[in-house]
């Protein structure tokens, strides 16, 4: 009789165990599909954060290349229209200084999107780990 109870008292604890391990697989997949809904409203952002850059790129391109055009230009004409090439490269410059800064900012862009996929991927690791470990029990 005292082995039917220590069976007994096994088997009560072993499905308090898996009750405890169902209860922290229910957290673990709710914190997973919190994460993974995070991941892809974060993945949308950097998505329009890229079609951003590049429109502004394109943009900036643009009114690079126009201004370009427009001193070569202004340059043929230099000595009759010496006012208007000061002025055209004033613009060059600060179309210039526009590029270089968006290009710093797409930089510093690129960063943040690194790291937030490094980010992303150690989660996955983790949640992985978690995963095989609770599998393992």
Known sequence: QQQIQQLQADKSERELQLTDAKAQLQQLQKQLEAQTASREALSKQ????????????????????????????????????QPQVANREIQLKQVQS??????????????????ANAQLADRDVQLKLIQQQLASR
């Open 46 to 81: 950097l998505h329009q954060q890229l079609a951003d850059r590049d429109a502004q790129l394109h943009q900036l391109t643009t009114q690079l290349e126009e201004t370009k055009a427009s001193h070569f230009e202004a340059e043929s004409h230099l000595k009759r229209l």
């Open 98 to 115: 526009q590029q270089s800064d968006a290009i710093s900012q797409l930089a510093e862009r690129d960063a943040q999107l690194e790291a």
